[in-house]
């Protein structure tokens, strides 16, 4: 249990820096007008066009970097910040976004295979909590299992979360890589407000290798219990 804990501290502390960088550069650059005054809609709504897309709506949300693409109802929703904003840093997170509708649209297998995951990946949180929430109140449901039994379940859910968690990198990747190519290819951001934006995507991203490479050791060191309680 205490390498959990160790486990959980680590990575917690990992991305709090990371998430905290992340928002640092956001606001550093978002404080930086574009040359071009495109807020984020506009880029979104010219690259969308650009790549023959017309079924694709895009809408604000509310939150601070709560951007996200949608490909169940066809959606890019832009956060206030990224919608109105005329920045590089708001010029990246609006293409990379519409990177996600671009490859929706190209039927990009990862994506496909990563948006049939998200279901079983909820399921899987779901049972986690349920587990973590026995373990602490529910002692006579803990000792009432064969403790090899919920082992075997936790790291099934482990196993989802870290498929889920590798799957989602290289759409990540890809999307942001689309994104910076067509701004480039477009004239949208200058050579210095590419930089800008490459950095902003690079912050962006490594959230997510964080939290795959969390998943990833949380899942060894549940299967190192199991198979050192086999012994």
């Known amino acids: ?7 959980f501290i680590v990575f917690a502390i990992l991305s709090f820096a990371v998430s905290s960088t992340l928002k640092r550069k956001f606001k550093k650059y978002a404080a930086i007008p574009l040359k071009n005054n495109l807020s984020g809609r506009d880029v979104a709504e010219l ?18 970097l709560t951007d996200h693409y949608n490909p169940l109802n066809k959606t890019v929703n832009l956060s206030e910040a990224v919608y109105n904003g005329r920045s590089a840093a708001s010029t990246a997170i609006a293409s990379h976004e519409c990177g996600h509708a671009i490859q929706h649209a190209a039927s990009y297998s990862l994506l496909k295979v990563r948006t049939a995951l998200v279901p079983v990946q909820n399921a ?10 026995m373990s602490i109140f529910g002692g006579g449901f803990v000792l009432g299992t064969n403790w090899q039994t919920l082992l075997i379940v936790v790291i099934g859910c482990y196993l989802v979360l870290t498929l889920f968690s590798f799957i989602t990198l290289p759409v990540e990747f890809d999307a942001s890589k689309r994104a910076l190519s067509w701004i480039e290819q477009r004239g949208i951001v200058s050579s210095q407000e590419h930089e800008m934006a490459k950095d902003a995507l690079k912050w962006a991203a490594m959230t997510y290798v964080v939290a795959a490479l969390g998943s990833l050791v949380t899942l060894f060191y549940f299967i190192s219990i199991f198979l050192g309680g086999r012994d």
């Not at 249990?1 to 486990?7: C, E, F, K, N, S």
């Not at 650009?50 to 949300?61: A, E, R, S, W």
């Open 1 to 7: 249990m205490a390498g959990l804990i160790i486990i």
């Open 124 to 133: 899987s949180g779901r049972i986690l909590n349920f587990i973590m929430l």
């Open 47 to 64: 690259m969308l066009r650009d790549n023959g897309i017309n079924d694709v709506q895009i809408t604000c949300v509310n939150g601070q």
